[in-house]
């Protein structure tokens, strides 16, 4: 990539995990003169906002009808910007993304996949002993500008990896979670959003699979013998599926050196993530677990199969377009009790899930907990975005945790 050096430089968008403010820092360091444009003003853009306007960034409201846009020698995009927001003429784009990997010089692993990716990329990263950077981590412009010759795992959504499709960065080794449909309020459709997951494989030494996702595989990828997945014992994150994740992590740290007497006790004291099933509050024999990541029917499905005993269900939020159908039989399957909330609550009872709608969190608490036999889990797993209600899948959990520990404390 061409020196940065007097270019003119507007990041659109600073994004909810800090990408775009690591990304003007990182422009500015290399001499560029560096500006930022958001659909809304700098101070309401919380922390990074803040921090943007106490660096002296000229900070621009609108979108690429405004006049810094035209001016731009290189726009550094969101990912979050989707395709269809582009006009047909624009200046060079570079992501942060492909910034930084541009700058990397350490060995990388790529994660990638609809569900699982931040837990995977974080049960690699004990694995392997490296940092984790990307998408829901710590930006990975910020990660390479502290040390350009770190080894990183790098967790990479649908988006990030669109725009790298043209950069084709190479990485030493790449996982694929579950592969199933997401964001298509982003994407045009299926074939599309799995069309930028897949691309990952492709700039890959070699690759580590989910036995669901072998199906959507092109021929002729190097893949790496399935791994035995650990024991429930062996991880403090629970589920099935979580097992599963960590085979590919194992699979990838032996492929890359580990030695065997080292994993299991890395694997081990790797600590569950936020919102990622994991107990926030117990009260007499309920336990309340938040998964609120859990944005899809799929994921949803994976943590009610987490659990055993008793179990009330918290699902709905705002509607991404999913199939209830096969959550509705899953419920059902599982003798969960369920509450429904949100946007998509109707769609949700409507696919056959038989439940209460809750007007709040609050009541969707109340009504699970009332649901129990006394005992057992009441478990936020909503199938579902959450901007009907909340500022993001983070905020909704916090609520949860706090609501579970003011109502029954």
Same mark, same amino acid.
């Given at each position: 990539?061409?020196?940065?050096?007097?270019?003119?430089?507007?990041?659109?968008?600073?994004?909810?995990?800090?990408?775009?403010?690591?990304?003007?820092?990182?422009?500015?360091?290399?001499?560029?003169?560096?500006?930022?444009?958001?659909?809304?003003?700098?101070?309401?853009?919380?922390?990074?906002?803040?921090?943007? @306007?106490?660096?002296?960034?000229?900070?621009? =409201?609108?979108?690429?009808?405004? &006049?810094?846009?035209?001016?731009?020698?290189?726009?550094?995009?969101?990912?979050?910007?989707? #395709?269809?927001?582009?006009?047909?003429?624009? #200046? #060079?784009? +570079?992501?942060?993304?492909?910034?930084?990997?541009?700058?990397?010089?350490?060995?990388?692993?790529? =994660? !990638?996949?609809?569900?699982?990716?931040?837990?995977?990329?974080?049960?690699?990263?004990?694995?392997?002993?490296?940092?984790?950077?990307?998408?829901?981590?710590?930006?990975?412009?910020?990660?390479?500008?502290?040390?350009?010759?770190?080894?990183?795992?790098?967790? @990479?959504?649908?988006?990030?990896?669109?725009?790298?499709?043209?950069?084709? %960065?190479?990485?030493?080794?790449?996982? @694929? !979670?579950?592969?199933?449909?997401?964001?298509?309020?982003?994407?045009?459709? $299926?074939?599309?959003?799995?069309?930028?997951?897949?691309?990952?494989?492709?700039?890959?030494?070699?690759?580590? &699979?989910?036995?669901?996702?072998?199906?959507?595989? %092109?021929?002729?990828?190097?893949?790496?013998?399935?791994?035995?997945?650990?024991?429930?014992?062996?991880?403090?994150?629970?589920?099935?599926?979580?097992?599963?994740?960590?085979?590919?992590?194992?699979?990838? +740290?032996?492929?890359?050196?580990?030695?065997?007497?080292?994993?299991?006790?890395?694997?081990?004291?790797?600590?569950?993530?936020?919102?990622?099933?994991?107990?926030?509050?117990?009260?007499?024999?309920?336990?309340?677990?938040?998964?609120?990541?859990? !944005? !899809? #029917?799929?994921?949803?499905?994976?943590?009610?199969?987490?659990?055993?005993?008793?179990?009330?269900?918290?699902?709905?939020?705002?509607?991404?377009? +999913?199939?209830?159908?096969? @959550?509705?039989?899953?419920?059902?399957?599982?003798?969960?009790?369920?509450?429904?909330?949100?946007?998509? &609550?109707?769609?949700?009872?409507?696919?056959?899930?038989?439940?209460?709608?809750?007007?709040?969190?609050?009541?969707? $608490?109340?009504?699970?907990?009332?649901?129990?036999?006394? /005992?057992?889990?009441?478990?936020?797993?909503?199938?579902?975005?959450?901007?009907?209600?909340? /500022?993001?899948?983070?905020?909704?959990?916090?609520?949860?945790?706090?609501?579970?520990?003011?109502?029954?404390?």
């Amino acid at each position: 990539m061409p020196s940065l050096s007097g270019v003119r430089v507007l990041v659109w968008g600073l994004g909810r995990h800090g990408g775009g403010l690591a990304a003007a820092r990182l422009c500015r360091r290399e001499g560029a003169d560096v500006a930022i444009l958001d659909a809304k003003p700098a101070a309401q853009c919380g922390d990074d906002g803040a921090a943007a @306007l106490a660096d002296g960034f000229a900070c621009h =409201v609108g979108d690429c009808s405004h &006049a810094a846009f035209a001016s731009a020698e290189l726009l550094v995009p969101s990912p979050a910007i989707p #395709p269809r927001a582009w006009p047909a003429a624009h #200046p #060079p784009i +570079a992501s942060p993304e492909a910034l930084a990997l541009a700058r990397h010089r350490g060995r990388r692993v790529g =994660v !990638t996949g609809t569900k699982g990716k931040s837990t995977t990329a974080m049960l690699t990263g004990a694995l392997l002993g490296w940092r984790v950077a990307g998408n829901s981590w710590r930006p990975l412009c910020e990660a390479v500008s502290e040390d350009p010759h770190a080894d990183l795992v790098c967790e @990479l959504s649908s988006f990030q990896l669109w725009y790298l499709r043209e950069m084709r %960065p190479h990485f030493d080794a790449a996982i @694929l !979670t579950l592969l199933a449909a997401d964001h298509l309020d982003w994407h045009p459709d $299926v074939a599309h959003y799995r069309s930028a997951k897949l691309a990952l494989l492709g700039w890959a030494e070699v690759v580590a &699979a989910a036995a669901q996702s072998m199906p959507l595989l %092109p021929d002729g990828l190097p893949l790496l013998p399935p791994a035995a997945p650990p024991s429930a014992g062996d991880l403090l994150v629970p589920g099935p599926h979580n097992r599963a994740n960590a085979a590919l992590g194992l699979a990838v +740290a032996r492929h890359l050196g580990v030695a065997e007497a080292e994993l299991l006790p890395r694997l081990r004291r790797a600590e569950p993530l936020p919102h990622r099933l994991r107990t926030v509050h117990q009260a007499g024999g309920v336990a309340f677990v938040d998964d609120s990541i859990a !944005t !899809t #029917p799929e994921a949803a499905i994976a943590g009610l199969a987490s659990f055993d005993g008793p179990l009330a269900v918290i699902l709905g939020g705002s509607d991404k377009g +999913a199939d209830f159908a096969e @959550l509705a039989r899953t419920v059902a399957a599982r003798s969960a009790s369920a509450v429904l909330l949100g946007a998509t &609550a109707q769609r949700i009872r409507a696919a056959g899930v038989v439940a209460p709608i809750a007007t709040s969190l609050d009541e969707a $608490v109340r009504l699970a907990v009332a649901a129990l036999p006394g /005992r057992g889990t009441v478990l936020l797993s909503p199938a579902c975005a959450s901007f009907d209600l909340f /500022r993001g899948f983070d905020h909704r959990g916090a609520c949860f945790a706090e609501a579970a520990r003011r109502l029954f404390p």
